[in-house]
């Protein structure tokens, strides 16, 4: 997984630096980014924090885009919040987010940022993602990392089938937005962008709840059984929860990016040296 987001990364660095003129865009994103999965699997927006990142995207043609986007944002869930899914299980998490993206961006109108025939477009886009988690829980004034405790016994001798999971995961990624030319060099956007991860532990809740006394067992020094289960208990009934559900296993966590993009054309060589002009005469509806 490492070797895949370095090799992001790279791809990322030379795309800029070798940037081709008149095609090139580079910019910023700002607004919010939110979470659905055991704890909201439902409410879009339920609970939306701040997000900021930065683009890249290469103009292939009035038609097409690639673009390269680095945005980190936070995730959080809550049974306790208006999106919460169960109130008795009691179960929160807040996560930090790293996404890179890499996606083609197909409009549905020919758009180039600075044409004056082409002003503005909707457009949706698709791609994959790599990104890094690190899911926390609030307990007695302090945050805990959740992935070290195992709180649903991975890796413990009881359930070997049960594997720690990995804090940097792959994920497909697919939206719709809105770019319109403000100037010859200035491009305003919108786009909404959701990420399906191939992950369950976006906040580390996914099986059923372990044995208590196995995880005080194998990890002695940890707060692991604490943090496993904070049910609200039930008046008149026992609190026996080993082995009850905790999570939904088969549906993976999804995250989501949404707000506004402004982005600025590269400069490239004057008119009369421009290939795209030698090789076509209409180069004039391309710019202001």
Same mark, same amino acid.
């Given at each position: 997984?490492?070797?895949?987001? =370095?090799?992001?990364? %790279?791809?990322?660095?030379?795309?800029?630096?070798?940037?081709?003129?008149?095609?090139?865009?580079?910019? %910023?994103?700002?607004?919010? $980014?939110?979470?659905?999965?055991?704890? @909201?699997? #439902?409410?879009?927006?339920?609970?939306?924090?701040?997000?900021?990142?930065?683009?890249?995207?290469?103009?292939?043609?009035? +038609? *097409?885009?690639?673009?390269?986007?680095?945005?980190?944002?936070?995730?959080?869930?809550?049974?306790?919040?208006?999106?919460?899914?169960?109130?008795? #299980?009691?179960?929160?998490?807040?996560?930090?987010?790293?996404?890179?993206?890499?996606?083609?961006? =197909? @409009?549905?109108?020919? &758009? *180039?940022?600075? $044409?004056?025939?082409?002003? %503005?477009?909707? &457009?949706?886009?698709?791609?994959?993602?790599?990104?890094?988690?690190?899911?926390?829980?609030?307990?007695?004034?302090?945050?805990?990392?959740?992935?070290?405790?195992?709180?649903?016994?991975?890796?413990?001798?009881? &359930?070997?089938? +049960?594997?720690?999971?990995?804090?940097?995961?792959?994920?497909?990624?697919?939206?719709?937005?809105?770019?319109?030319?403000?100037?010859?060099?200035?491009?305003?956007?919108?786009?909404?962008?959701?990420?399906?991860? &191939?992950?369950?532990?976006l906040d580390d809740v996914s099986t059923?709840?372990?044995?208590p006394d196995i995880l005080i067992k194998?990890?002695?020094?940890?707060?692991?059984? %604490?943090?496993?289960? #904070?049910?609200?208990?039930?008046?008149?009934?026992?609190?026996?929860?080993?082995?009850?559900?905790?999570?939904?296993?088969? @549906? @993976?966590?999804?995250?989501?990016?949404?707000?506004?993009?402004?982005?600025?054309?590269?400069?490239?060589?004057?008119?009369?040296?421009?290939?795209?002009?030698? #090789?076509?005469?209409?180069?004039?509806?391309?710019?202001?």
């Amino acid at each position: 997984m490492k070797k895949i987001l =370095f090799s992001f990364l %790279f791809l990322f660095v030379f795309m800029i630096v070798n940037v081709q003129g008149q095609r090139s865009e580079v910019g %910023f994103f700002a607004g919010g $980014s939110y979470y659905l999965g055991d704890l @909201n699997f #439902r409410q879009h927006f339920g609970i939306t924090k701040p997000a900021i990142g930065i683009l890249y995207r290469y103009n292939i043609n009035t +038609r *097409f885009a690639l673009k390269l986007s680095g945005t980190y944002g936070t995730l959080i869930g809550d049974d306790a919040s208006s999106s919460g899914e169960n109130k008795q #299980r009691n179960l929160s998490f807040e996560s930090p987010v790293t996404d890179l993206s890499a996606n083609i961006e =197909f @409009n549905f109108w020919p &758009y *180039f940022t600075g $044409s004056k025939k082409h002003k %503005f477009t909707p &457009y949706i886009f698709g791609g994959f993602s790599i990104f890094t988690f690190n899911p926390k829980a609030y307990f007695e004034g302090e945050w805990y990392s959740l992935q070290p405790l195992h709180t649903e016994g991975q890796g413990t001798t009881v &359930y070997p089938d +049960r594997k720690p999971y990995s804090r940097t995961q792959l994920g497909f990624s697919f939206g719709i937005g809105f770019k319109i030319s403000l100037s010859r060099t200035v491009c305003l956007g919108g786009e909404w962008g959701l990420r399906k991860t &191939y992950t369950d532990y976006l906040d580390d809740v996914s099986t059923t709840y372990p044995n208590p006394d196995i995880l005080i067992k194998e990890y002695p020094d940890s707060i692991s059984a %604490f943090l496993s289960n #904070r049910s609200l208990s039930i008046p008149g009934e026992p609190d026996i929860i080993t082995g009850m559900q905790r999570g939904n296993s088969e @549906n @993976n966590d999804w995250y989501a990016f949404a707000g506004l993009t402004l982005t600025f054309k590269i400069r490239g060589k004057r008119k009369a040296d421009c290939r795209d002009y030698q #090789r076509q005469h209409n180069y004039e509806q391309y710019q202001y």
